[in-house]
């Protein structure tokens, strides 16, 4: 009985003990499939949490990107905006800036054709005045006498309009050529009619000393007569100058009456009446033509110095009016460049985000 109970107590306790080690086993079983569960949930959910954290980012860069869009959008309308309204003032000014220098450049042009205008009258006057060396090269001028020569003298020195040849005078009497002078000189009569009859048989070497002298004492004649009338016709007060011209067609005769008719010199003097050789004459006209042409210069220059000065005020206000277009253009251009630094920053940032790697499992 007692071996009996005793084996069967040692069944039962090795039947509870292997249906104890089959329990064990079983929740050891479970405990592994239990770890693998939880470590394949964790993979998971470390799995999901990357996904989640990816569409998140995605989800942020995109709200992001297109909140910059916007932005950018937005200012970019507003540049083009005050872009348009810059070029419309800049344009509104260089309108104005234009407009006002074409006037002014009209008036400088106005200007510039009267002061072209006095100075092509100066020109003509000086054309109008030939050389001495050219007269001297002129055998035509050198070999003729009386009127013909002082016609070419005068017609080759003066200008047209202050000459005249055959002039009548309120006297009745006709002058072979009148200079007409400025203040105080006046009125220049000139004589071409002298008495070459006697000078030449004077000078005639064929002929016997007393008939040379009768010739000589008759040129004196001839000559003294001569100034005589030149004085009575062709000086009158109010009306030509004080003193008239007598011309004499020859250095020879010119240099023989200052050195054999002392006398004839003396009363030329006394009445006022110049003697003037083909040289001479030559300097008178010549000092004739300075005296004119300083007379219409100084006449000139006043128009040209008003008119220079108006040039000059003109060119003051479109210098002004420059300066203006300047600075309107100068503001212009910092608003430009402004714009065009906040779009390079723009630009940078676009290149910033598109420069972003997104890494995908």
């Not at 905006?81 to 009209?106: H, P, S, W, Y």
């Not at 030939?130 to 003729?144: F, P, T, V, Y």
Request: net charge neutral; with cysteine; hydrophobic share 45%.
């Amino acid at each position: 009985m007692g071996i009996g109970v005793l084996v069967v107590l040692v069944v039962v306790f090795l039947l509870l003990k292997q249906s104890v080690l089959d329990q064990l086993h079983r929740f050891k079983l479970e405990i592994v499939a239990q770890l693998a569960n939880n470590n394949n949930s964790q993979q998971n959910q470390q799995l999901q949490y990357q996904k989640n954290l990816q569409d998140t980012l995605r989800e942020a860069l995109s709200h992001n990107s297109q909140e910059l869009s916007k932005r950018v959008e937005t200012l970019t309308i507003t540049a083009e905006a005050k872009l348009q309204q810059v070029n419309q003032v800049v344009e509104q000014r260089l309108n104005e800036g234009f407009a006002k220098t074409t006037e002014t450049f009209a008036d400088i042009a106005k200007r510039l054709i009267l002061i072209d205008e006095a100075q092509r009258k100066l020109t003509d006057l000086s054309n109008n005045v030939l050389s001495l060396q050219e007269i001297l090269a002129d055998k035509k001028s050198r070999g003729a006498f009386g009127e013909v020569q002082l016609n070419n003298l005068i017609k080759n020195l003066m200008p047209e309009a202050n000459f005249a040849l055959q002039y009548q005078l309120s006297n009745g009497m006709r002058c072979d050529c009148i200079l007409f002078l400025p203040a105080p000189t006046g009125n220049v009569i000139i004589d071409a009619k002298f008495p070459l009859e006697n000078f030449q048989r004077y000078n005639d070497s064929t002929l016997a000393d007393s008939d040379r002298k009768k010739f000589m004492q008759a040129f004196n004649q001839d000559v003294k007569k001569h100034i005589q009338d030149i004085a009575i016709k062709y000086i009158i007060p109010g009306e030509t100058a004080d003193g008239a011209i007598m011309f004499i067609p020859a250095e020879a005769i010119f240099a023989e009456i200052h050195s054999r008719f002392p006398d004839l010199v003396a009363l030329a003097q006394a009445k006022r009446v110049w003697l003037a050789s083909p040289t001479t004459i030559m300097a008178i006209l010549t000092t004739a033509s300075a005296v004119l042409k300083d007379s219409a210069t100084r006449e000139h220059v006043h128009f040209i110095q008003e008119h220079l000065r108006l040039l000059a005020k003109d060119f003051s206000l479109f210098n002004e009016r420059m300066e203006k277009l300047t600075r309107h253009l100068e503001a212009a251009n910092n608003d430009a460049k402004e714009i065009n630094t906040s779009a390079n920053k723009i630009s940078k940032r676009f290149n910033a985000i598109e420069k972003v790697e997104i890494v995908e499992n």
